[in-house]
C-alpha cells in the first residue's frame, strides 16, 4: 500500500498556524460541500486546536462556509461531561459551534462522562455507522477533514504509547483506560482515521520539538510514538507547526 510523504509547514507562531489551518478549513469545506453536499470533519481536543476555533468563528472566516452543511465529529473525547473543563466537546461548543450557531443535528459529540466508556465508544461506533451509511462490519467511514493534535508523548487523539487501541484494526471507536491520567479516554481507531480524506495535524510549542522530530524524522517505533500511525492509505496527511515546534527538524522538513 502506498503511502504519499507528508507535507510539513512551518508558520511563524500559533496564530498564523491557526490562521493558515482555517483557510484550509474553507477550502475543503468549500470543495466538500460542492461536490457531495456536506463537510464532515473529526475535530480533535487539547488546547492547540482552541485557536483555529475562535479564528473559523472570527470575522475573517465565519462567512466563507455553509456552516449548515458541515457535521462535527470527534477523534477523542475525555472521560468527563460536556461541562467539564476537560471536555473536548465542550470547548468546541463554546468557541467554534455556539458562535456559529451551528444546528444541533450536525454536532455528533461522543459521551463522555456517562459512567461506562466502553459503552459509550459503542454507541458512537452504531452513530457513524449510520451517519456514514456503513454496511458490512469491516467498512470504515470516511472523514473530509481529521484534525489532529501531537502530545509531547508522542500520543494523537487518545492513542497513547502502550496501549491496545494501536493495534485495533476491527472496531471503529473504542474506550481505552490511560493509566498516566488514571482516566478513561474515548478514541477513534487507527483504521478510522487512516481513511480519512484529509488528515491536518496542528502542533505548536517548543515542549513538542522533540517529539515532532522523533515523529517525523526517526525510524517507526509506534508503540512509543503512537502519531507514526497516523499514515492515511488514499489521502492527504499535513503537519502545519509553529517555528518552535519545528526547531529540531532537519532542513528537509523546515522550509
Ligand atoms: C486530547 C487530544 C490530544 C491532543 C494532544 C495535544 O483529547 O487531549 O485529542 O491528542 O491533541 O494531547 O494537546 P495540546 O494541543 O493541548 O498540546
Known amino acids: 500500500m502506498s503511502y504519499s510523504a507528508p507535507r510539513v509547514q512551518v508558520f511563524e507562531d500559533a496564530q498564523s ?5 482555517a483557510g484550509e478549513f474553507v477550502r475543503l469545506a468549500r470543495e466538500n460541500v460542492a461536490r457531495s453536499g456536506r463537510f464532515t470533519v473529526a475535530l480533535s481536543g487539547g488546547s492547540t486546536p482552541k485557536r483555529l476555533y475562535r479564528t473559523l468563528a472570527g ?14 465529529f470527534w477523534g477523542d ?13 465542550g470547548a468546541a461548543r463554546d468557541l467554534l459551534l455556539a458562535p456559529l450557531d451551528i444546528p444541533s443535528d450536525n454536532v455528533h459529540p461522543m459521551m463522555g462522562g456517562s459512567g461506562d466508556a ?18 458490512g462490519k469491516r467498512s470504515l467511514p470516511r472523514f473530509d477533514l481529521v484534525l489532529l493534535g501531537l ?29 498516566r491520567l488514571h482516566s478513561f479516554r474515548i478514541t477513534l481507531t487507527c483504521p478510522v482515521f487512516n481513511h480519512a480524506a484529509c ?14 522530530r522523533d515523529v517525523l524524522e526517526r525510524p517507526a517505533e509506534p508503540s512509543r510514538i503512537p502519531a507514526q500511525l497516523i499514515r492515511p492509505s488514499a489521502g492527504e496527511l499535513s503537519w502545519y ?7 529540531l527538524l532537519s532542513n528537509l522538513n523546515r522550509r
Open 17 to 21: 498556524l491557526a490562521d493558515a489551518a
Open 59 to 72: 470575522e475573517d472566516y465565519r462567512s466563507r462556509v455553509a456552516w449548515g452543511r458541515v457535521h462535527f
Open 77 to 89: 473525547e475525555r472521560d468527563v461531561p460536556a461541562d467539564h473543563p476537560d471536555s473536548n466537546f
Open 118 to 135: 466502553a459503552e459509550a465508544a459503542t454507541e458512537y461506533e452504531e452513530e457513524l455507522r449510520r451517519i456514514f451509511g456503513l454496511v
Open 151 to 179: 502530545g509531547a508523548d508522542g500520543h494523537t487523539a487518545s492513542l497513547f504509547p502502550g496501549s491496545g487501541a494501536l493495534t485495533e484494526d476491527e472496531r471503529l471507536v473504542m474506550a481505552t483506560w490511560v493509566e
Open 199 to 212: 488528515i491536518l495535524f496542528l502542533v505548536a510549542g517548543a515542549e513538542k520539538a522533540e517529539t515532532l
Open 241 to 247: 507547526v509553529d517555528r518552535a515546534a519545528a526547531s
